[in-house]
Protein backbone atom coordinates (compact mmCIF):
# COMPACT_ATOMS: atom_id res chain seq x y z
CA UNK A 1 0.00 0.00 0.00
CA UNK A 2 2.79 2.15 0.02
CA UNK A 3 4.05 4.85 2.99
CA UNK A 4 1.00 6.89 4.50
CA UNK A 5 0.75 10.97 4.69
CA UNK A 6 -0.61 11.88 8.08
CA UNK A 7 -2.80 14.69 8.98
CA UNK A 8 -2.46 16.02 12.09
CA UNK A 9 -5.34 19.08 13.07
CA UNK A 10 -3.76 21.39 16.18
CA UNK A 11 -1.40 23.78 16.86
CA UNK A 12 0.17 23.01 20.35
CA UNK A 13 2.40 21.24 21.96
CA UNK A 14 0.49 18.03 21.92
CA UNK A 15 0.49 17.68 18.65
CA UNK A 16 4.09 18.92 18.03
CA UNK A 17 4.33 15.68 20.22
CA UNK A 18 1.99 13.60 18.22
CA UNK A 19 4.09 14.70 14.76
CA UNK A 20 7.26 13.47 16.23
CA UNK A 21 6.13 9.88 17.24
CA UNK A 22 4.95 9.89 13.90
CA UNK A 23 7.65 10.29 12.10
CA UNK A 24 9.68 7.63 13.96
CA UNK A 25 7.23 5.02 12.07
CA UNK A 26 8.56 3.66 8.75
CA UNK A 27 4.97 3.49 7.54
CA UNK A 28 4.71 7.28 7.49
CA UNK A 29 6.16 9.00 4.59
CA UNK A 30 4.91 13.07 5.94
CA UNK A 31 3.09 14.45 8.13
CA UNK A 32 0.78 17.83 6.70
CA UNK A 33 -0.06 19.75 10.07
CA UNK A 34 -3.15 22.27 10.04
CA UNK A 35 -2.31 24.69 10.98
CA UNK A 36 1.00 23.91 13.38
CA UNK A 37 3.29 25.55 15.00
CA UNK A 38 6.94 26.98 14.25
CA UNK A 39 8.67 23.84 15.83
CA UNK A 40 6.24 21.52 13.17
CA UNK A 41 7.31 24.34 10.74
CA UNK A 42 11.18 23.50 10.89
CA UNK A 43 11.25 19.75 11.14
CA UNK A 44 11.90 17.08 8.03
CA UNK A 45 9.13 15.81 6.36
CA UNK A 46 6.47 17.95 7.91
CA UNK A 47 4.61 20.32 6.24
CA UNK A 48 2.40 23.28 8.08
CA UNK A 49 -0.83 23.87 6.61
CA UNK A 50 -2.46 27.44 6.67
CA UNK A 51 -5.76 26.12 7.40
CA UNK A 52 -7.64 26.61 10.68
CA UNK A 53 -9.07 23.55 12.72
CA UNK A 54 -12.23 24.73 11.99
CA UNK A 55 -11.89 25.12 7.89
CA UNK A 56 -13.79 22.21 6.67
CA UNK A 57 -13.31 23.23 3.08
CA UNK A 58 -9.39 24.01 3.84
CA UNK A 59 -9.32 20.09 5.55
CA UNK A 60 -10.88 17.99 3.06
CA UNK A 61 -8.91 20.17 0.18
CA UNK A 62 -5.69 19.18 2.32
CA UNK A 63 -6.79 15.52 2.56
CA UNK A 64 -7.47 15.34 -0.98
CA UNK A 65 -4.24 17.18 -2.72
CA UNK A 66 -1.92 15.12 -0.27
CA UNK A 67 -3.55 11.80 -0.32
CA UNK A 68 -3.96 11.50 3.13
CA UNK A 69 -4.43 8.20 4.63
CA UNK A 70 -5.46 9.36 8.25
CA UNK A 71 -6.15 12.12 9.95
CA UNK A 72 -5.59 12.47 13.83
CA UNK A 73 -7.04 15.26 15.37
CA UNK A 74 -5.55 17.04 18.40
CA UNK A 75 -7.67 19.75 20.32
CA UNK A 76 -10.93 18.84 21.67
CA UNK A 77 -12.86 21.80 20.08
CA UNK A 78 -12.97 20.58 16.35
CA UNK A 79 -13.93 17.04 17.84
CA UNK A 80 -16.55 18.20 19.98
CA UNK A 81 -17.94 20.46 16.79
CA UNK A 82 -17.80 17.15 15.02
CA UNK A 83 -15.63 17.33 12.29
CA UNK A 84 -14.26 13.72 12.67
CA UNK A 85 -18.24 12.43 11.91
CA UNK A 86 -17.77 14.85 8.62
CA UNK A 87 -14.53 13.43 7.30
CA UNK A 88 -15.68 10.05 7.87
CA UNK A 89 -18.61 10.59 6.15
CA UNK A 90 -16.10 11.97 3.39
CA UNK A 91 -15.09 8.27 3.44
CA UNK A 92 -11.46 9.60 5.72
CA UNK A 93 -10.17 7.59 8.38
CA UNK A 94 -10.12 9.42 10.88
CA UNK A 95 -8.60 8.99 14.97
CA UNK A 96 -10.64 11.32 17.10
CA UNK A 97 -14.63 10.37 18.41
CA UNK A 98 -17.62 11.73 16.96
CA UNK A 99 -19.50 14.68 18.45
CA UNK A 100 -21.92 11.55 20.27
CA UNK A 101 -19.05 10.50 22.30
CA UNK A 102 -16.99 13.78 22.44
CA UNK A 103 -20.18 15.12 24.76
CA UNK A 104 -18.27 13.22 27.65
CA UNK A 105 -15.67 16.22 27.43
CA UNK A 106 -18.22 18.73 25.73
CA UNK A 107 -20.78 18.69 28.82
CA UNK A 108 -19.24 17.68 32.77
CA UNK A 109 -23.19 17.29 33.63
CA UNK A 110 -23.28 15.13 30.72
CA UNK A 111 -19.97 12.91 31.44
CA UNK A 112 -21.11 12.72 35.51
CA UNK A 113 -24.35 11.71 34.57
CA UNK A 114 -23.29 8.95 32.00
CA UNK A 115 -20.83 7.74 35.29
CA UNK A 116 -23.75 7.93 37.36
CA UNK A 117 -25.71 5.42 35.03
CA UNK A 118 -22.79 3.44 34.69
CA UNK A 119 -21.89 2.74 38.23
CA UNK A 120 -18.06 4.00 37.63
CA UNK A 121 -16.65 5.54 40.90
CA UNK A 122 -16.88 9.50 40.94
CA UNK A 123 -17.64 12.48 43.58
CA UNK A 124 -20.90 13.35 44.22
CA UNK A 125 -22.27 16.79 43.05
CA UNK A 126 -24.64 19.41 42.36
CA UNK A 127 -25.72 20.83 39.12
CA UNK A 128 -26.49 24.14 38.91
CA UNK A 129 -27.99 26.10 36.00
CA UNK A 130 -28.39 30.14 37.57
CA UNK A 131 -26.53 32.48 40.01
CA UNK A 132 -29.46 32.04 42.20
CA UNK A 133 -30.04 28.02 42.82
CA UNK A 134 -25.69 27.91 42.63
CA UNK A 135 -25.20 30.41 45.71
CA UNK A 136 -28.39 28.21 47.49
CA UNK A 137 -26.80 24.71 46.99
CA UNK A 138 -23.86 26.50 48.66
CA UNK A 139 -25.36 26.75 52.06
CA UNK A 140 -25.93 23.12 51.37
CA UNK A 141 -22.32 21.69 51.26
CA UNK A 142 -19.47 20.75 53.37
CA UNK A 143 -16.48 22.41 52.51
CA UNK A 144 -13.67 22.14 50.50
CA UNK A 145 -15.96 21.94 47.33
CA UNK A 146 -15.04 21.96 43.62
CA UNK A 147 -16.94 24.13 41.28
CA UNK A 148 -16.60 23.22 37.61
CA UNK A 149 -17.69 25.12 34.52
CA UNK A 150 -19.99 22.65 32.81
CA UNK A 151 -18.93 23.40 28.78
CA UNK A 152 -14.85 23.69 27.21
CA UNK A 153 -13.09 26.02 29.19
CA UNK A 154 -9.75 25.21 27.90
CA UNK A 155 -8.66 23.33 31.26
CA UNK A 156 -9.44 26.60 33.17
CA UNK A 157 -12.96 25.71 34.36
CA UNK A 158 -12.45 24.15 37.69
CA UNK A 159 -11.91 25.85 41.46
CA UNK A 160 -11.47 24.07 44.48
CA UNK A 161 -12.48 26.03 46.92
CA UNK A 162 -11.89 25.85 50.69
CA UNK A 163 -14.73 28.15 52.14
CA UNK A 164 -17.76 30.02 51.14
CA UNK A 165 -16.23 32.83 50.63
CA UNK A 166 -14.27 31.49 48.13
CA UNK A 167 -17.43 29.79 46.27
CA UNK A 168 -19.47 32.70 46.30
CA UNK A 169 -16.92 34.54 44.60
CA UNK A 170 -16.57 32.17 42.19
CA UNK A 171 -20.07 31.33 41.28
CA UNK A 172 -20.60 35.64 41.56
CA UNK A 173 -17.69 35.35 38.08
CA UNK A 174 -19.19 32.57 36.31
CA UNK A 175 -22.92 33.52 36.21
CA UNK A 176 -22.86 37.49 36.87
CA UNK A 177 -19.22 38.92 35.39
CA UNK A 178 -19.50 35.59 32.70
CA UNK A 179 -15.69 35.17 33.25
CA UNK A 180 -15.84 31.94 31.13
CA UNK A 181 -18.50 32.62 28.98
CA UNK A 182 -20.85 30.30 27.35
CA UNK A 183 -18.93 27.89 29.42
CA UNK A 184 -20.13 28.28 32.43
CA UNK A 185 -23.58 28.60 31.80
CA UNK A 186 -23.92 25.29 33.49
CA UNK A 187 -22.25 24.16 36.70
CA UNK A 188 -21.38 21.45 38.90
CA UNK A 189 -20.78 21.79 42.78
CA UNK A 190 -19.17 18.55 43.79
CA UNK A 191 -17.28 17.40 46.66
CA UNK A 192 -13.79 17.56 46.70
CA UNK A 193 -11.83 14.15 46.37
CA UNK A 194 -9.01 13.37 48.72
CA UNK A 195 -6.23 11.45 47.36
CA UNK A 196 -3.11 11.83 44.22
CA UNK A 197 -4.45 12.68 40.66
CA UNK A 198 -3.24 10.62 37.71
CA UNK A 199 -3.87 10.27 34.03
CA UNK A 200 -4.63 7.57 32.26
CA UNK A 201 -4.86 7.79 28.61
CA UNK A 202 -6.26 4.61 26.63
CA UNK A 203 -6.19 4.29 22.67
CA UNK A 204 -10.06 2.56 21.62
CA UNK A 205 -11.51 1.22 18.87
CA UNK A 206 -14.76 1.11 21.15
CA UNK A 207 -14.38 -2.37 21.90
CA UNK A 208 -10.52 -3.18 22.81
CA UNK A 209 -8.77 -0.68 25.00
CA UNK A 210 -5.25 -0.20 24.97
CA UNK A 211 -3.74 2.00 27.67
CA UNK A 212 -1.03 4.31 27.34
CA UNK A 213 1.58 4.41 30.14
CA UNK A 214 -0.29 6.47 33.40
CA UNK A 215 0.88 9.62 33.61
CA UNK A 216 0.71 12.41 36.28
CA UNK A 217 0.27 16.04 35.34
CA UNK A 218 0.45 19.66 37.23
CA UNK A 219 -2.64 21.93 36.23
CA UNK A 220 -1.73 24.90 39.40
CA UNK A 221 -0.17 27.84 38.11
CA UNK A 222 2.04 28.03 40.61
CA UNK A 223 4.71 25.50 42.90
CA UNK A 224 2.79 24.01 45.63
CA UNK A 225 0.02 23.03 43.60
CA UNK A 226 -1.43 26.95 44.35
CA UNK A 227 -2.63 29.40 41.72
CA UNK A 228 -5.67 28.96 39.51
CA UNK A 229 -6.23 26.07 37.58
CA UNK A 230 -4.33 25.80 33.58
CA UNK A 231 -4.19 23.72 31.03
CA UNK A 232 -1.31 22.05 32.58
CA UNK A 233 2.27 23.14 33.57
CA UNK A 234 3.95 19.85 33.10
CA UNK A 235 3.64 16.13 33.44
CA UNK A 236 5.94 13.36 33.95
CA UNK A 237 5.47 9.18 32.88
CA UNK A 238 5.09 6.60 33.79
CA UNK A 239 3.80 7.14 37.91
CA UNK A 240 5.76 4.96 40.30
CA UNK A 241 3.10 3.21 41.84
CA UNK A 242 0.71 1.86 38.95
CA UNK A 243 -1.27 -0.84 41.73
CA UNK A 244 -3.96 1.32 40.53
CA UNK A 245 -4.04 0.23 37.26
CA UNK A 246 -6.04 -2.61 37.10
CA UNK A 247 -8.79 -1.47 39.09
CA UNK A 248 -8.84 1.51 37.26
CA UNK A 249 -9.90 -0.80 34.09
CA UNK A 250 -12.07 -2.70 35.90
CA UNK A 251 -14.17 -0.20 37.24
CA UNK A 252 -13.64 2.67 35.41
CA UNK A 253 -12.32 2.33 31.61
CA UNK A 254 -14.33 -1.14 30.74
CA UNK A 255 -17.75 0.79 32.07
CA UNK A 256 -16.93 3.16 30.20
CA UNK A 257 -16.89 1.29 26.57
CA UNK A 258 -19.96 -0.57 27.60
CA UNK A 259 -21.28 2.62 28.36
CA UNK A 260 -20.94 3.56 25.05
CA UNK A 261 -21.91 0.46 23.20
CA UNK A 262 -25.24 0.35 24.80
CA UNK A 263 -25.51 4.04 23.57
CA UNK A 264 -24.76 2.68 20.30
CA UNK A 265 -21.50 5.09 20.21
CA UNK A 266 -19.09 4.31 17.70
CA UNK A 267 -15.58 5.46 19.52
CA UNK A 268 -12.48 5.55 17.49
CA UNK A 269 -10.07 7.49 19.28
CA UNK A 270 -8.71 8.62 22.66
CA UNK A 271 -10.15 8.34 26.19
CA UNK A 272 -8.16 10.40 28.74
CA UNK A 273 -9.69 9.19 32.69
CA UNK A 274 -8.94 11.73 34.89
CA UNK A 275 -8.26 10.12 38.21
CA UNK A 276 -8.08 10.85 41.66
CA UNK A 277 -6.58 7.60 43.93
CA UNK A 278 -8.18 7.72 47.13
CA UNK A 279 -8.35 5.78 50.09
CA UNK A 280 -11.02 4.45 48.70
CA UNK A 281 -9.59 3.33 45.53
CA UNK A 282 -9.63 4.91 42.13
CA UNK A 283 -11.82 7.64 41.55
CA UNK A 284 -13.46 9.42 37.66
CA UNK A 285 -12.97 13.23 37.91
CA UNK A 286 -13.43 13.76 33.95
CA UNK A 287 -13.08 12.16 30.56
CA UNK A 288 -11.28 14.28 28.08
CA UNK A 289 -12.19 12.85 24.40
CA UNK A 290 -8.89 13.55 23.06
CA UNK A 291 -5.03 13.29 24.14
CA UNK A 292 -3.90 15.34 27.28
CA UNK A 293 -1.45 18.28 27.21
CA UNK A 294 1.07 17.89 28.08
CA UNK A 295 0.42 14.25 29.00
CA UNK A 296 1.37 13.60 25.57
CA UNK A 297 4.53 14.74 25.69
CA UNK A 298 5.79 13.33 28.12
CA UNK A 299 4.04 9.84 27.17
CA UNK A 300 4.94 9.24 23.75
CA UNK A 301 8.53 9.78 23.46
CA UNK A 302 8.56 6.55 25.55
CA UNK A 303 6.66 4.14 23.34
CA UNK A 304 8.57 1.53 21.07
CA UNK A 305 5.84 0.61 19.14
CA UNK A 306 4.76 2.17 16.18
CA UNK A 307 2.08 5.38 17.05
CA UNK A 308 1.19 5.33 13.26
CA UNK A 309 0.05 1.69 13.55
CA UNK A 310 -1.66 2.16 16.82
CA UNK A 311 -3.93 5.15 15.73
CA UNK A 312 -4.25 3.41 12.20
CA UNK A 313 -5.57 0.49 13.57
CA UNK A 314 -8.09 1.95 16.01
CA UNK A 315 -9.64 4.42 13.30
CA UNK A 316 -10.15 1.06 11.18
CA UNK A 317 -11.70 -0.77 14.34
CA UNK A 318 -8.84 -3.31 14.35
CA UNK A 319 -6.98 -3.17 17.73
CA UNK A 320 -8.07 -6.65 18.89
CA UNK A 321 -4.92 -7.10 16.28
CA UNK A 322 -2.68 -4.97 17.64
CA UNK A 323 0.90 -6.57 19.61
CA UNK A 324 1.02 -5.82 22.92
CA UNK A 325 3.13 -1.91 23.05
CA UNK A 326 6.46 -1.76 23.92
CA UNK A 327 7.79 0.66 26.12
CA UNK A 328 11.17 2.20 26.94
CA UNK A 329 12.47 1.72 30.55
CA UNK A 330 13.01 4.72 32.50
CA UNK A 331 10.71 8.03 32.71
CA UNK A 332 10.22 11.05 31.07
CA UNK A 333 9.37 14.43 32.23
CA UNK A 334 8.00 17.95 30.48
CA UNK A 335 8.04 21.24 31.97
CA UNK A 336 5.93 23.96 30.22
CA UNK A 337 7.48 27.60 29.78
CA UNK A 338 4.50 29.92 29.86
CA UNK A 339 4.27 33.81 28.84
CA UNK A 340 4.04 35.93 31.76
CA UNK A 341 0.41 36.28 33.10
CA UNK A 342 -1.02 32.79 31.85
CA UNK A 343 -3.33 31.65 32.74
CA UNK A 344 -4.78 34.85 31.96
CA UNK A 345 -4.37 37.10 29.10
CA UNK A 346 -0.53 37.73 28.09
CA UNK A 347 1.35 39.80 25.91
CA UNK A 348 3.13 37.82 23.18
CA UNK A 349 5.47 38.61 19.93
CA UNK A 350 8.31 38.11 22.40
CA UNK A 351 11.70 36.82 20.68
CA UNK A 352 12.88 33.05 21.94
CA UNK A 353 16.48 31.76 22.23
CA UNK A 354 16.63 28.19 22.63
CA UNK A 355 20.72 27.86 23.20
CA UNK A 356 22.53 24.48 22.58
CA UNK A 357 22.38 22.55 25.13
CA UNK A 358 24.79 19.40 24.83
CA UNK A 359 21.82 17.49 26.57
CA UNK A 360 21.18 13.86 25.48
CA UNK A 361 17.97 12.42 26.05
CA UNK A 362 15.72 15.75 25.50
CA UNK A 363 13.01 17.45 23.58
CA UNK A 364 11.64 20.57 22.91
CA UNK A 365 8.25 20.59 22.02
CA UNK A 366 6.57 23.99 20.94
CA UNK A 367 3.24 25.27 21.52
CA UNK A 368 2.62 28.63 21.33
CA UNK A 369 5.10 29.75 18.71
CA UNK A 370 5.41 31.43 15.50
CA UNK A 371 7.74 32.67 13.19
CA UNK A 372 7.70 36.31 12.13
CA UNK A 373 10.50 37.89 10.01
CA UNK A 374 12.50 35.06 10.00
CA UNK A 375 12.19 35.21 14.43
CA UNK A 376 11.20 32.64 16.53
CA UNK A 377 8.45 33.86 18.48
CA UNK A 378 5.86 33.37 21.23
CA UNK A 379 2.54 33.38 20.34
CA UNK A 380 0.49 31.78 22.98
CA UNK A 381 0.32 31.62 27.02
CA UNK A 382 2.19 28.17 26.88
CA UNK A 383 5.13 28.54 24.77
CA UNK A 384 7.42 25.59 24.69
CA UNK A 385 7.32 21.90 26.86
CA UNK A 386 11.04 21.18 27.60
CA UNK A 387 11.52 17.30 28.19
CA UNK A 388 13.76 15.62 29.56
CA UNK A 389 14.35 11.43 29.24
CA UNK A 390 16.35 9.44 32.06
CA UNK A 391 16.65 6.42 34.03
CA UNK A 392 14.40 7.38 36.36
CA UNK A 393 12.63 10.17 37.65
CA UNK A 394 14.79 12.28 39.02
CA UNK A 395 17.30 12.06 36.13
CA UNK A 396 14.86 13.14 33.55
CA UNK A 397 13.58 15.90 35.79
CA UNK A 398 17.11 17.26 36.69
CA UNK A 399 17.78 17.10 32.54
CA UNK A 400 14.40 18.52 32.05
CA UNK A 401 15.34 21.78 33.86
CA UNK A 402 18.62 21.95 32.78
CA UNK A 403 17.22 22.41 29.42
CA UNK A 404 14.69 24.94 30.26
CA UNK A 405 17.30 26.96 31.17
CA UNK A 406 18.83 27.14 28.03
CA UNK A 407 15.57 28.58 26.72
CA UNK A 408 14.40 32.06 27.19
CA UNK A 409 12.40 34.62 26.27
CA UNK A 410 11.19 38.07 27.88
CA UNK A 411 8.13 37.46 30.39
CA UNK A 412 9.46 33.28 30.51
CA UNK A 413 7.87 31.68 33.70
CA UNK A 414 7.59 28.00 34.53
CA UNK A 415 7.05 26.16 38.01
CA UNK A 416 10.65 25.01 39.73
CA UNK A 417 8.51 21.83 41.62
CA UNK A 418 7.36 19.68 38.19
CA UNK A 419 7.72 15.88 39.35
CA UNK A 420 9.14 16.46 42.91
CA UNK A 421 7.85 13.09 44.05
Same mark, same amino acid.
Given at each position: ?????????????? =? &???????? #???????????? !?????? *????? /????? @?????? !???????? &???????????????????????? &?? &?? +?????????????????????????????????????????? @?? $???????? +????????? !???VFICQ????????????? +?? #??????????????? %??????? *???????? /???? *??????????????????????????????????? =??IKTIV?????? $????????????????? *???????? %?????????? =? /??????????????????????? %????????????????????????????????????????????? +??????????????????????????? #?????????????? =?????????????????
Amino acid at each position: MGLANVLVIGSGGR =E &HAIVCALL #KNPEVDRVFVAP !GNAGTS *LMDRC /TNVPC @KIDDLT !GILGTIAR &HNIRLTIIGPEAPIVAGLADVLRA &HE &HL +VFAPGEAGAKLEASKIVAKEFMWRNNIPTAFAHFCSCNESAH @KT $LETVTFPI +VVKADGLAA !GKGVFICQNSAEANTVISNLF +VN #KTLGRAAQSVLIEEH %LEGTEAS *LMVVTDGI /TAVP *LLPARDHKRALEGDRGPNTGGMGAYAPTPDQSWLP =ETIKTIVLPTLSG $LAQKYISYRGIIYFGLM *LTEDGPKL %LEYNCRFGDP =E /TQVVLPLLQSSFYDLCYRAARGE %LSTLVPLRWSTGACVGVVLTSRGYPGPVDTGYSISIRPSGLLETM +VFHGGTAIKEGRLVTAGGRVITAVGIG #KNIAVARDTAYRLA =EHITFEGRTYRRDIASV
